[in-house]
């Protein structure tokens, strides 16, 4: 089932979300439903809280469907170590339409739990490094905006005002 995906500056987006404690088929179901939302929006990776479920989970693939193996859902990831920069353009489905560039590290590990609470370690790099970082941001409460520049911030704010106003937001 395809879910609502929330738009900035919804609350939930802005907020830390929870660690996951029950590990049952509703969760199994709703990371489904979370890839469902993630492939229909074309992203390459979604948080809970772009939902509206205050949840510590995230999906992502970065072959964007093309490879079953990129598929995966981190749940209550920790980032354990970072190295090297990157700057590339990123875009969010909570903030349609815009893309910058953004500076993140080149080469992440992260410890995560899969859907059956298994525990798992994965070090990964680029792409898929930017992805992992831009989705646990939103875990923790924060937007990509929040790593560009205060002048591009608030010209991409300004412009999402304008939208609202407008009713296309």
């Not at 772009?50 to 990129?70: H, L, T, W």
């Not at 990157?86 to 953004?102: A, I, R, T, W």
């Not at 970082?133 to 905006?145: A, S, T």
Request: hydrophobic share 40%; with cysteine.
């Amino acid at each position: 089932m395809r879910l609502d995906i929330v738009k900035f500056p919804a609350p939930v987006l802005l907020q830390k979300a929870k660690p996951v404690t029950e590990f049952d088929g509703k969760l199994k179901q709703f990371v489904d439903d979370m890839f469902e939302t993630m492939y229909a929006a074309s992203g390459l990776g979604l948080a809970a809280p772009q939902v509206a479920e205050s949840s510590r989970i995230f999906v992502m693939d970065c072959s964007a469907g093309k490879d079953p193996n990129q598929r995966i859902a981190l749940i209550n990831p920790v980032i354990v170590e970072t190295a090297g920069e990157q700057n590339g353009e990123e875009g969010c489905l909570s903030f349609p339409g815009f893309f910058e560039k953004v500076s993140r590290a080149n080469q992440v590990l992260v410890q995560f739990q899969d859907v059956e609470g298994k525990e798992h370690r994965m070090e990964v790099i680029q792409l898929t490094a930017r992805c992992v970082l831009h989705e646990n941001d939103h875990l923790d409460g924060k937007v990509f905006i929040e790593r560009m520049s205060p002048i591009k911030r608030g010209i991409i704010q300004r412009k999402i005002k304008k939208l609202q106003k407008e009713g296309e937001w």
